[in-house]
């Protein structure tokens, strides 16, 4: 499977915007998927997940502020994001997982005033 993220871009605190994970080659509803993030001089780390029954996991410093969510007519996942904050800026990944793992290239998001 191949992973197109889209999405990313410059938005002022406070702002929201939505990433999108498009899978080609393969049925993305039989994938584990997940956002990482990395900022700069930082780590990747993972940001939600959601698996195949739709269950998801949020990090705790993005809980009540981001929404994983997927879309099996579109074979894409999202993650969008609401009252961003300049923390938030980072170079965003979606990874899947089915035996496998596959990454993504990356959308950037700055959060600047």
């Known amino acids: 499977v191949q992973l197109q993220a889209s999405g990313g871009g410059l938005v002022q605190p406070g702002g929201s915007l939505r990433l999108s994970c498009t899978a080609s080659g393969s049925s993305f509803s039989d994938y584990f998927v997940a956002w990482y993030r990395q900022a700069p001089g930082n780590e990747r780390g993972l940001v939600a997940t959601?698996?195949?029954?739709?269950?998801?996991h949020y990090t705790d410093s993005v809980k009540g502020q981001f929404t994983i969510s997927r879309d099996g007519s579109k074979n894409t996942v999202y993650l969008q994001m609401t009252d961003l904050k300049p923390e938030d800026t980072a170079v965003y990944y979606c990874?899947?997982?089915?035996?496998?793992?596959?990454w993504g290239q990356g959308t950037q998001v700055t959060v600047s005033s």
């Open positions: 990874n899947a997982k089915r035996g496998w793992e596959y």
């Open positions: 959601i698996n195949i029954r739709g269950d998801t």
